[in-house]
């Protein structure tokens, strides 16, 4: 396929547009019944199980996106981009967050140069910095140790590192290696975040880390300025220099800011601000917190998947399976969402960080060569830990729209509870539910069984479950740091498979650029008609009123 074709008028595309025809007859219901063909829909990694048979798939489905992938050149993409190939063409930059968790003595080269001696170098900053901080030889400017960290950054600088920390505290290893110790965030620039975040933290014994890619963005620069006025006003300016750090690729600016250059903890332009936990900007403040090498076993459970990416062939390779069945349910079967429902509270922060990681990557209108696209790309992606969701949006999923469904399981709960004269665990009742939900949405429930059994007839369309509706399962062994890393990188790559295949720039985002743009002329008009009583001017008639309305 020529770079500027686009996948949609490749033969292979329109194959398995005329193979919705063939899915279409198909029932789960009966697909189930098919032995062999659910065998060869289970794959299993290092210790994680991919179930996909009860997707709305039959093998000639799988060799058609095969030959879809190889239209895409899909291969050469993934190579170009651990080759550190400049994919990510509108920014001119490579795409290297594989390199964030490579060993030490792997080469990944950007620009002839191997960059993974930098992420050491400054993995080891990162080691030496949080021992100090941890056993007390760092202290505050009153001579305290500083036990509490509020890490301030949004977007890719928040979410991943706010996901992590969320499934890492219930890790019985890294609660332990945590002890007496607080780990906060502050994103939105809400007045109220600000206050939660430092309610009840003194600012003798607390750090803050500024984390900003660009050490630029509005808010979150904001939100520094603001802690840093809550460290200084408490204890001096000279404090600064003690109670506050930064994560960043511009440490020019992080001197400008007045955070001393030796400590902040860079990263690089390769690195996408939404696959960029790996980098300092989720492991300075989770080593802070749980200590490197716990942090270590996170990084170590991301490059399991990033080799498995790399060299496994697309039959059992996880990642692509995934994201080849996204752009099938999106692209053939007309499916426009996907629910992300993790069967663990300690997931509780995954699905948030994945719409990112997901929308932020592949909602885009036009080609990586700059041609608009007459097909719709990305995912809405939602979700919440069962059962809870059970309890909120599970009816429409089961009786209204179609929306495909990634069940996420583990084996072994981290925090089992055995009652006594309850016959199963509370872990063992909340997998009942990861097991049985696939199957209702496969199987649903026709009318004739709700007919014998005797429901009233008045009743039976209101009972009746259509069925085929399709979801997936990913089952892990726990939920530790290594298989935190590994889960972070499948979804990671699954999102990158889609945009190789719909042939889009996957790490750029110029679309929250105008937004940005707009709320900073709001901002000027409302200092100006704060400070000097200019009257609003230049905005339609609804933002006319609206703030008209707001200043008085
Ligand atoms: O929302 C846009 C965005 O640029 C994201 O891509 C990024 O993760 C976030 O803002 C924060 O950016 P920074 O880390 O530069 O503050």
Redesign the pocket.
Known sequence: MASSTLICDTPQWKDLKAHVEDIKNTHLRDLMTDSDRCKSFITEFDGIILDYSRQRVIPPTLDKLFQLAEAARLKEKIDSMYNGEKINSTENRSVLHVALRAARDKVIQSDGKNVVPDVWHVLDQIKEFSERIRSGSWVGATGKALKDVVAV??????LGPLFVHTALQTDPEAAECAKGRQLRFLANVDPIDVARSVAGLNPETTLVVV???????AE?MLNARTLREWISGALGHQAVAKHMVAV?TNLTLVEKFGIDPANAFAFWDWV???Y?VCSA?GVLPLSLQYGFPVVQKFLNGAESIDDHFHSTPFEKNIPVLLGLLSVWNVSFLGYPARAILPYSQALEKFAPHIQ?VSM?SNGKGVSIDGIPLPFETGEIDFGEPGTNGQHSFYQLIHQGRIIPCDFIGVMRSQQPIYLKGEVVSNHDELMSNFFAQPDALAYGKAPEQLFNEKVPNHLIPHKTFLGNRPSLSLLLPTLNAYNIGQLLAIYEHRIAVEGFVWGINSFD?WG?ELG?SLASQVRKQLHLSRTKGTPVEGFNLSTTTLLSRYLE
């Open positions: 950054g949004i977007g890719g600088s928040f984390v900003s890619k660009t050490f630029t963005t979150t960043s996408g601000g939404r960029s900007v990112q932020e985002q929250v940005k």
